[in-house]
Structure formats: C-alpha cells, structure tokens
C-alpha cells in the first residue's frame, strides 16, 4: 500500500470523478458541484496526475471515460455512499430532508405510476428534489456508477441483466402478458386465439439493451415457431399507437393494457402459449439500502405500487 501516494486523494477528487462519469461534462460537473468549471479541471488534472492517467480524452465534442476511469466508478460509488452513511443522521426525517432521488421507469410506467408516487413522497418530503427519467435514456448501468437510485419497470422474469451482479431486482408485483390489437382486427371477434392466429400476423416489439430476449420469444423459438417483428420500439405507449393504426399485434403486460389511456380501445386476448413469468420489478444497487433515506424512498415505491395494483386489480 503506498501511503504517501494515497495521501494525495482527497474525497473532493473522487466526487469530482464521479460526477465526471455521470456527466461526462466539465461545465455540467461544475454546475452540480456548484463550483466554477476551471476548479473542475484543476481537481481533475490532479488526480490525473496521482493516477497516472487521462481519465478523459476528447473525442469530437465529447469527453470519454479511459477504460481506468469506467473501471474506478463502481468503487468510487462505493467510497463516496460509503462515506455519506458516516454524516448521516441515524433517524430519517422526511419532513427536514433535502436531498434528492433519482428514478428510471419506461415512460408507459410512468403513465400508471408516477403521478401518485410523485404527490404522496413530497407530501411527506416537501423540499425533496425527484428526478425521473426514461428508461430508454439512462439504464442499468447508471444504478451501478450511482446515477440513478431505482429502475421500475415491466419485465420478463427471466430477463435481469445478468452481468450486473451489484443489482438487486425485487418483484414488486406479478403480472400476466396479454395480446393486443384494434377494434377492427380480423382476430378481434374471436373469443380465443390461436397459436396459428398468433403467428399469421406482424407484431410490435419492445427493444431493451440492457435486457435479455424474453422467455416467450425463446420459447416460441424452440418449437421452432417464429414471429414476424417488422417494427420494435422503446415504449409500450408508442406500440399501442401503431395497433390504433394497423393489423400489427403487440404482446405487453395485462395491467397495462387494462389502465393505460393509450391502450384504451384495443382488444386483449389471452395468449395461446406459455409465456413464463412476468412482473413489475424495481432495481437497485445492493450497497444503496444501507442508507436511511434510501431506505424510506423504497419503501415509499413499494406502497404506491402496492396501493395501484389492488385498486386495479388483474
């Protein structure tokens, strides 16, 4: 261990660097910082110079991590949560926090869940700052660089990333799939589907990057059945859009066929095939929980969630 090496990081280094990885930004890393954009980079030259390396190069008009940047992240996250815990005061008081969360859910999620999460936490939290993005536009990665405190979405239950082993995935609520298609569709005067139905017509699907295939599409796979997928978007709202408009059939979750205004008017039918389980989970970072209000946050989304779902029941 070299002491005297170590010596010449401080915390305000290794914030500045987390929140470099974040943001990828001097000017926005000065902003969140509150600190003039030249002390950024004073912070970062000297910790360059400690470690030996560029941490960022310019490439075009942005700044890249170096892969010794990439790689420092996860336990630069885990000094700096780490040393929070020790500031922190050991009873959480919602009325007096101040500080902020950070939440990814797709934004057909958001439809269904946000508005009441949104009006019960700063009830409680009046001066609490949340921010709420697609999940589209930051994904698991960012819970582990600590980005991101929470991802809530729909999912196949055999789909959780599996290279992320820092991930904690918790079933907030199970779900079933169901097939959706317009009021004028040749399959909708049928009371069943079939699994020829099923297949004798294009369907929407859902693209994920961070997720593995589903278990259906594997499944369908393996009997050696295939879907034809000519059209894949982010978002269950936008695949309810081209059903309003077209034959294309699209597979998505039950209660949010059953609640979303976007998916008002569409036929849902049972599918004609196992589709595995399915659910609504929410994810996080398994250090996260160690902090009070983190702790309370989560619990705030397990209540909301728990409250939508047994007014709507599947």
């Known amino acids: 261990m070299d002491i005297a090496k170590l010596s010449r990081i401080s915390m305000k280094h290794l914030i500045t660097l987390h929140v470099m990885l974040d943001t990828q930004s001097v000017t926005a890393s000065a902003k969140r910082l ?10 970062l030259s000297q910790l360059r110079q400690s470690l030996d390396d560029e941490l960022f190069y310019r490439h075009g008009n942005k700044l890249v991590a170096t892969p010794l940047a ?10 700096i949560h780490d040393m929070n815990l020790l500031i922190t005061q050991e009873e959480f008081s919602p009325a007096d926090y101040e500080g902020s969360f950070s939440l990814a859910m797709r934004e057909s999620t958001f439809e269904l869940i946000a508005a009441k999460l949104v009006a019960d936490v700063l009830q409680q939290a009046p001066h609490i700052k949340l921010d709420i993005h697609a999940k589209d536009s930051i ?3 960012g819970v582990v660089k600590g980005s991101l405190d929470f991802i809530l979405l729909p999912h196949d239950r055999s789909q959780p990333p599996i290279a992320q082993q820092d991930l904690v995935w918790e079933t907030l609520i199970n779900d079933e799939m169901v097939c959706l ?3 004028a569709h040749p399959l909708a005067d049928k009371s069943t589907i079939s699994i020829d139905d099923y297949l004798d017509y294009s369907h929407i699907g859902i693209s994920d990057v ?3 295939r589903p278990f259906f599409e594997l499944k ?3 009997l050696a059945l295939n879907r034809a997928t000519p059209l894949s978007v982010a978002d269950f709202g936008s695949a309810a859009l081209m059903c309003h408009n077209s034959e294309l059939l699209f597979t998505c979750s039950r209660y949010w066929a059953d609640n979303a205004l976007q998916a008002k008017g569409l036929i849902t039918k049972r599918l004609p095939f196992d589709y595995g389980e399915v659910a609504y989970s929410l994810v996080w970072h398994k250090q996260s929980m160690n902090d009070p209000a983190h702790r309370w946050f989560y619990e705030q989304l397990k209540k909301v969630t728990a409250e939508l779902f047994n007014d709507k029941a599947l």
């Not at 509150?34 to 912070?43: E, F, Q, R, Y």
């Not at 990439?70 to 000094?79: C, F, T, Y």
């Open 34 to 43: 509150c600190l003039s954009p030249s002390s950024v980079s004073k912070t």
């Open 70 to 79: 990439r790689r420092l992240g996860p336990n630069v996250h885990q000094i």
């Open 139 to 141: 994904g698991f990665e």
């Open 181 to 183: 298609m317009n009021a």
């Open 210 to 212: 961070d997720l593995n």
């Open 220 to 222: 369908l796979e393996q």
